[in-house]
């Protein structure tokens, strides 16, 4: 017998790790008439928000901009730093630091992929020592995920670092900050980045459609010799430019609404109130899914507590319990989105975002419309996870 469902009423409760939540004020922000972006006036908040990426960033080298998601991010860390047939070195703790090595496959560089439980998280002692072993320095660079958005487990770039330190390999750092930046602390030039790769719809809170590299000195001498083909995404062409990012049109609305973003994270919240608000949301949503997973429960995917993502969380169903009917169920019913299972997860897992403009209502929300989808499909689960929630979130 199927059932009718009424389209729910209300505001739509976006749990999706990326995009995200976007702030009112960020809307209007966006909405901003046309203007020349080669103008006094745009320059001057272009500039305002290259100084601010910069103290998000955590560094005082170069930022440049790409319109384009994430992936045109990726792209650009990967043409603009190799030649072909140069060796990468990935830790694959997931669907998207899968993608970032098979992106470089298809543009010509080899991968050495780091394969370890994606439960658990990346093997350092692994990357260590391949790092040993490559007494010739074959490898070119190491492509690290910060924190896996399809499983909600995290990297830390400073244990990379001090491999590459301890084994004295000048091989490049690359970090996809993508779902950690503006939600969890990163610093680029204390953990010795090279190269950072960023996107607007997550923790900046933005539209979609503005992607970033935090690029080190090291990094641009390794651009100057490298020869995989490029153009639209050219360093050497961006920087040649006024705004040293872009050929062509700057998507100058964007900037509007970075602007107001990096106002939102960097003055009026402050970086370490917003960490820890997205440490103390991450908390609860465990604290909740932990009393699910008596009674044979979906479980935390993440199996490594000292790795467990503040941004998001990935649900492991029951066996014979498929995710997608939760999922379903969420967004039909009750209007709440949350993340699919990727790849090889999809089906067996759903996400939780918790990154962005996000408070404990919100999530307390999610939680109880996530406990009320696994009672409509008869997936087993402890009780109490919302009050448990509550609990962490009420402190004492
Ligand atoms: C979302 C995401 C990407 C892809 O970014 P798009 O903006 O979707 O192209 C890459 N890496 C991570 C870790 C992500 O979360």
């Given at each position: 017998m199927t059932e009718t469902v009424r389209k729910?009423?209300?505001?739509?409760f976006f749990a999706n790790p990326g995009p995200t939540n976007i702030p009112d004020s960020i809307l209007h922000a966006v909405a901003h008439p046309s203007i020349d972006y080669n103008s006094a006036d745009f320059m001057a908040v272009y500039q305002n928000c290259v100084a601010g990426m910069k103290r998000l960033l955590k560094t005082r080298q170069d930022v440049i901009f790409y319109t384009g998601s994430g992936h045109a991010a990726w792209e650009a860390s990967l043409v603009n730093l190799f030649s072909a047939g140069d060796l990468l070195l990935v830790p694959e703790i997931g669907i998207f630091s899968q993608g970032w090595g098979k992106m470089a496959r298809d543009l010509g560089l080899r991968t050495r992929i780091l394969e370890s439980d994606w439960r658990h998280g990346a093997d350092i002692a692994a990357v260590r020592a391949a790092l040993a072993a490559d007494t010739a320095h074959a490898i070119k660079a190491v492509c690290a995920v910060h924190n896996e958005t399809s499983t909600g487990v995290m990297l830390h770039p400073a244990d990379i670092r001090a491999a590459l330190d301890d084994t004295g390999h000048p091989a490049l750092l690359l970090v996809d900050t993508i779902s950690s930046l503006g939600s969890i602390d990163f610093r680029f030039d204390e953990w010795g980045v090279d190269c950072a790769v960023g996107g607007s719809q997550?923790?900046?809170?933005?539209?979609t459609g503005l992607a970033f590299t935090g690029v080190s000195a090291k990094a641009l001498a390794a651009h100057a010799g490298s020869t995989l083909p490029k153009s639209y995404l050219h360093w050497s062409n961006m920087l040649s430019r006024p705004h040293r990012s872009?050929?062509?049109?700057?998507p100058t609305s964007l900037f509007y609404g970075l602007r107001e973003s990096l106002r939102l994270l960097l003055?009026?919240?402050g970086l370490e109130h917003v960490f820890a608000r997205h440490a103390r949301l991450a908390e609860a949503v465990r604290g909740c899914v932990q009393r699910w997973s008596r009674n044979d429960g979906p479980q935390?995917?993440?199996?490594n507590p000292a790795r467990c993502s503040g941004s998001v969380t990935a649900v492991l169903m029951p066996p014979g319990h498929d995710a997608e009917a939760v999922r379903r169920t969420a967004l039909d019913r009750y209007n709440v989105a949350l993340g699919t299972g990727l790849g090889a997860l999809a089906g067996r897992v759903f996400r939780i975002g918790h990154m962005g403009d996000l408070n404990e209502p919100m999530i307390l929300g999610t939680l109880a419309v996530v406990e009320m989808a696994l009672r409509r499909n008869g997936v087993p689960h402890g009780a109490g996870g919302v009050e448990a929630a509550m609990e962490a979130l009420a402190g004492g």
């Open positions: 729910p009423r209300g505001r739509l997550k923790g900046l809170m933005l539209p872009f050929i062509g049109t700057a003055e009026e919240e935390l995917f993440c199996t």
